[in-house]
Antibody, heavy 120, light 111 residues
Framework: VQLVESGGGVVQPGTSLRLSCAASGFTFSSYAMHWVRQAPGKGLEWVALISYDGTIKFYADSVKGRFTISRDNSKNTLSLQMNSLRPEDTAVFYC??????????????WGQGTLVTVSS | QSVLTQPPSASGTPGQRVTISCSGSNSNIGSNAVSWYQQVPGMAPKLLIYNYNHLRPSGVPDRFSGSRSGTSASLAISGLQSEDEADYYCAAWDDRLHSPIFGGGTTLTVL
């Protein structure tokens, strides 16, 4: 199982960024997927989840209305579109695999993370 | 302020047994499975313990064990080793928030 995030970078407040997570080594279309972030020196914060087929999506209140999670099962790719970015969104973003049945926990595999820095 | 409460730090000497607590409520630990994650500084988190029967993924030593009582859970590490020095997080689904939630994390120091 391998999860590889990409798309992070330094952006100004109010702008947008799209993160991707390339999955391999398992049947991507059978698993729920999550985004979890970690601000510098802080703990883990769950961001968003998407069911195996993309029909169910949930978001943390802190990103609701600004972030959109999506997946392309034909390309084994998970995405996170982040709009109206704020300095408090600065964090390492991890994609994590959820369970094969349902969409909750545990997160049994994690990517290495991609750093998003929101600063003027 | 995290919904799940963990002590910010814990410590022990090599060979010792240490426990890390995670306190929640009826809407999370009281009604859903708890999972535990280890994060070595600079690395991605790693799943240690999951599910009601406190399963360990393959490769996780049996020195790590989990338990739950009511609305609290604990991670126990026996035979403490220097490589266990890391941050530890508990997590559970919350029925009220309808989302996963994490504890604030506990930094374990091996003296």
């Amino acid at each position: 199982v391998q999860l590889v995030e990409s798309g992070g970078g330094v952006v100004q407040p109010g702008t947008s960024l799209r993160l991707s997570c390339a999955a391999s080594g398992f049947t991507f279309s059978s698993y729920a997927m999550h985004w979890v972030r970690q601000a510098p020196g802080k703990g883990l914060e769950w961001v968003a989840l998407i069911s195996y087929d993309g029909t169910i999506k949930f978001y943390a209140d802190s990103v609701k209305g600004r972030f959109t999670i999506s997946r392309d099962n034909s390309k084994n790719t998970l995405s996170l579109q982040m709009n109206s970015l704020r300095p408090e969104d600065t964090a390492v973003f991890y994609c994590a695999r959820g369970p094969q049945s349902g969409y909750d926990l545990p997160f049994d595999y994690w990517g290495q993370g991609t750093l998003v820095t929101v600063s003027s | 302020q995290s919904v799940l409460t963990q002590p910010p730090s814990a410590s022990g000497t090599p060979g010792q047994r240490v426990t890390i607590s995670c306190s929640g409520s009826n809407s999370n630990i009281g009604s859903n499975a708890v999972s535990w994650y280890q994060q070595v500084p600079g690395m991605a988190p790693k799943l240690l313990i999951y599910n009601y029967n406190h399963l360990r993924p393959s490769g996780v030593p049996d020195r790590f064990s989990g338990s739950r009582s009511g609305t609290s859970a604990s991670l126990a590490i026996s035979g403490l080793q220097s490589e266990d020095e890391a941050d530890y997080y508990c997590a559970a689904w919350d029925d009220r928030l309808h989302s996963p939630i994490f504890g604030g994390g506990t930094t374990l120091t091996v003296l």
